[in-house]
C-alpha cells in the first residue's frame, strides 16, 4: 500500500467544472486495496467527484499545509456496504477520536448523511 496510507491527513483536491482545484484536508484510511475517505454524502466533494473522478492526494497537516507532492487518482463515491468498511476503518485507525467523530456524523445526519470514497492512485 501507498505511504499516504499511513499519513494522518492527505489534501485531497477534487476539481471544479472549469478545471479549478478545490483542495480539502481528510482524514485517510487504507481500505480493500484503495484509499477510504469518510466524508458527509452533501458536502461539495461529492458533487465534484460524482461529476469527474479525477483527484489528487497529497500527505499534509491537520490545517491543509501539504507535506509531499500531489499524485493523481480516481476518486469513487461508495455504497452503504463500502462506506460500512470505510467508517469501521476510520474508527480503527483514529481511535476514539475516529468512534466519535463518526457516531456524531451519523446521529447529526441519520443513515446516508455520510458516506465514503474510494481513491485508487494512477501508476506512475
Not at 477534487?14 to 479549478?20: C, I, L, N, S, V
Not at 456496504?81 to 483514529?94: E, I, Q, S
Request: hydrophobic share 40%.
Amino acid at each position: 500500500m501507498t505511504p499516504l496510507a499511513d499519513a494522518q491527513f492527505v489534501l485531497l483536491t477534487t476539481f471544479r467544472r472549469d478545471g479549478t482545484g478545490v483542495p480539502t484536508p481528510v482524514w485517510v484510511v487504507p481500505v480493500d486495496g484503495a484509499l477510504g475517505v469518510w466524508t458527509p454524502a452533501s458536502s461539495g466533494k461529492i458533487k465534484r467527484i460524482r461529476r469527474s473522478s479525477a483527484v489528487t492526494l497529497a500527505e499534509c497537516d491537520r490545517r491543509g499545509t501539504p507535506l509531499g507532492p500531489a499524485v493523481p487518482g480516481t476518486a469513487t463515491v461508495l455504497d452503504a456496504a463500502g462506506t460500512r468498511r470505510v467508517r469501521d476503518a476510520v474508527r480503527r485507525k483514529y481511535g476514539l477520536l475516529g468512534r466519535v467523530l463518526t457516531t456524531i456524523s451519523g446521529l447529526r445526519r441519520r443513515h446516508g448523511g455520510a458516506t465514503g470514497v474510494a481513491i485508487t492512485l494512477d501508476p506512475t
